[in-house]
């Protein structure tokens, strides 16, 4: 348009101020305000339930009843689905038949599929698997990183280098994980600095979302306030996620502060499978029918359908002859 | 379009610093909207004894009901619903009205309210020497038909006598209105029927509203909704929230009302108090999640949750039940 200056461009033509900055699309959104909050018209639900929470189960799950629960959720409408874990056998070997899992699911169009990949080896076996995502997961603790992968923070980020320098040479994009944002069991208080610090990392080495783990669930709305206020300076909001457990019954006003501070992407797991290694017989992970009916309730657009999510609940509560820890599936199946 | 021209506008300075620097803009004013001012302090109203008791399936012996409400009154909560005077023929579980008032250890500085259906439950209450009592109303009428076999209007009527008699005896009165957010019944209930029935509980003297989701179907969306709608008719220092956690609500939906202003939470220890229209299913929230959650906003609320817990472990191991409180479930086990 010749010599006519930026700003006029953009005033004559919406298309041509997106294509200029392709990061205001988000911006540019309607938000959703209620009395005085604003949040996202749309969230993102990444679900879990077949690796975070099928790996925290005590009974080690068969390859068919992992791959008709993946199906399951397939036909939900959630966008996400974590698929497995291409682990070592030998430290999770609930997760041992990745490969097969990931061959044997129903790839439904517009769902996607991340595998945990921690090191080169398994970022191999997940691609030749037919892997199209991974993820890599660092911990904002020391001492759990040393005692959950045995090396130090600084370490594990260069393992994860290798993983996302080779992912993005054949495009895959990666996710991160950082675990232990609002506390530790073996540290006890996290400083939210330290968080902002492993996910601005995880963020520049190219993970294109970085998912922030309550990992003891212990997070209340003040202290996951503190940590996003934290991480917000470093990583462009858009990118994140929180990754909630409900230890302490907190993961719901949880999600709900970080809703009101812009995060739109929240992992959850079907009838909230997983409970928490750290504090024996007690929940982890939140559940995703209890979350769904939260966003739905506020009119927040998630695309998926809450009836078929709390199907897919029964059919592994049934199969793993345990009860539900979704109060929404609890209440759903017994209301008079 | 004019959208665009704002925001362009607004952010030319930020462009050239790149997106980096807006994320954090309109992070700061979201999270100053997510931190915005909470109440310093929140006065809990232990409903355990009473709604808790009431909807559990065992009748409780009368020294267990006495023992837990002198543990509560132990934990530093401020107010402690003690029982309800209600014929026994409607609520068996509460037929030891008298002996439980006779026998708790008052604590000073702390009240015992007790719900009084009419006037001849209001001049019982009394006599066993009640100084605080509750009366109800419905935001549904087919839940007042069915609960209490009359409508809304005629419920308040009967309330006026017990109004009258408390004003004359000095006795504060505190109104629940229960369905805030639903009915089993009618299905969706409009705010301006529940700010209908606060404002003519306050106008008739309560000094306190409490707004109750009877079945727990709010989310902080409605939640929101009907308490902009009472707020205009009852000041908001006068109301509370009973979240019920049927659907795992309770938290989040409390958390949005302590941003609207409110500061009075009931809760049940151990989340005592099933939900009789989702058996199985769970009512009231527990006083230790609560509890939880305001301490880890820094609102204080003069209660010490390990004697809390202590108080919901007695319960559950004498009626043989589990707590539904998640922070009792991890605590006890790590």
């Not at chain 1, 925290?56 to 068969?62: F, M, S």
């Not at chain 1, 024996?280 to 209890?290: A, F, L, P, W």
């Not at chain 2, 409490?210 to 989310?219: C, F, P």
Request: glycine share 8%; charged share 20%; hydrophobic share 40%.
């Amino acid at each position: 348009m010749g010599n006519v200056p930026t700003t006029v461009k953009h005033c004559l033509s919406y298309e041509q101020v997106i294509q200029d900055y392709p990061w205001l699309r988000r911006w540019l959104l309607e938000e959703k305000t209620i009395t005085g909050h604003e949040y996202p018209e749309f969230v993102k639900i990444v679900e879990v339930g077949p690796r975070d929470g099928l790996q925290n189960e005590k009974e080690i799950v068969p390859t068919r009843v992992k791959i008709q629960l993946i199906d399951m959720l397939s036909g939900t409408g959630l966008p996400v689905i974590e698929a497995t874990s291409f682990v070592s056998s030998k430290w999770v070997p609930q997760m041992a038949d990745h490969t097969d899992v990931l061959r044997g699911i129903q790839r439904a169009p517009h769902v996607q599929y991340p595998v945990l990949t921690p090191n080169m080896q398994g970022f191999q076996d997940a691609v030749a698997a037919g892997a199209t995502e991974v993820a890599v997961f660092g911990s904002a603790s020391e001492s759990f990183s040393k005692k959950n992968i045995n090396c130090s923070i600084d370490e594990s980020m260069l393992r994860f280098e290798e993983v996302i320098n080779a992912a993005k040479e054949r495009q895959i994009p990666v996710r991160g994980y950082v675990s232990c944002v609002v506390g530790c069991p073996h540290e006890g208080h996290i400083e939210p600095s330290k968080v902002a610090e492993v996910a601005k990392r995880l963020y520049e080495m190219g993970c294109y979302e970085v998912s922030l783990g309550d990992t003891i669930g212990v997070g209340t709305p003040g202290s996951m306030f503190k940590m996003l206020q934290s991480v917000m300076k470093e990583v462009p909001t858009s990118a994140l996620a929180v990754h909630c457990h409900d230890t302490y019954g907190q993961a719901l006003p949880n999600i709900l502060t970080a809703l009101q501070m812009g995060v739109c992407v929240v992992d959850s797991a079907v009838a909230g499978l997983g409970g928490c290694p750290y504090a024996q017989g007690s929940s982890g992970n939140v559940s995703t029918e209890d979350v769904l009916y939260m966003l739905h309730g506020m009119g927040i657009e998630t695309g998926v359908n809450l009836a078929k999510v709390i199907e897919a609940g029964d059919f592994i509560c049934r199969a793993l002859c345990c009860k539900t820890n979704s109060r929404v599936a609890q209440a759903s199946s017994r209301t008079l | 379009m004019a959208t665009v021209m704002r925001f362009v506008n607004r952010s030319t300075l930020n462009l050239a610093m790149g997106q980096q620097h807006l994320a954090f803009h309109s992070a700061a004013k979201a999270g100053l909207r997510a931190g915005q001012a909470l109440p310093e302090k929140v006065k809990i109203v232990e409903v355990g004894p009473r709604d808790g008791l009431q909807n559990e399936k065992t009748i409780v012996p009368t020294e267990t009901k006495i023992h837990l409400i002198d543990m509560l009154s132990d934990s530093g909560l401020k107010a402690i619903e003690a029982t309800s005077f209600v014929s026994p023929k409607w609520v068996p579980q509460m037929a030891d009205q008298l002996e439980v008032m006779k026998g708790i250890r008052r604590k000073p500085g702390v009240s015992y309210p007790v719900l009084t259906p009419n006037l001849k439950g209001f001049q019982a209450a009394l006599k066993a020497g009640a100084s605080e009592v509750a009366i109800f109303g419905a935001a549904s009428e087919l839940f007042s038909k069915k609960n209490i076999n009359c409508s809304v209007d005629e419920s308040l009527q009967r309330f006026d006598e017990v109004m009258k008699a408390a004003k004359e005896a000095g006795v504060p009165v505190r109104g629940y209105v229960s369905c805030v957010l639903g009915c089993p019944y009618e299905g969706e209930v409009a705010p301006e029927k529940v700010a209908h029935v606060a404002k003519r509980l306050y106008s008739m003297g309560c000094y306190e509203i409490s707004l109750g989701d009877t079945i727990g179907v709010g989310n902080p969306g409605s939640m929101s909704e009907m308490l902009q709608a009472v707020s205009r008719e009852v000041p908001v220092s006068a109301l509370a929230v009973h979240c019920h956690d049927t659907y795992g609500q309770a938290l989040a939906n409390i958390l949005v009302a302590l941003q609207m202003g409110i500061s009075v939470v009931d809760s049940s220890i151990a989340g005592l108090g099933g939900c009789p229209y989702a058996q199985g299913a769970s009512g009231n929230v527990a006083t230790e999640d609560v509890v939880y959650m305001l301490h880890g906003l820094g609102i204080q609320t003069g209660v010490d949750l390990s004697k809390l817990m202590d108080a919901g472990a007695f319960i559950c191991r004498t009626i043989n039940r589990k707590t539904n409180s998640k922070v009792a479930q991890a605590t006890c086990k790590l």
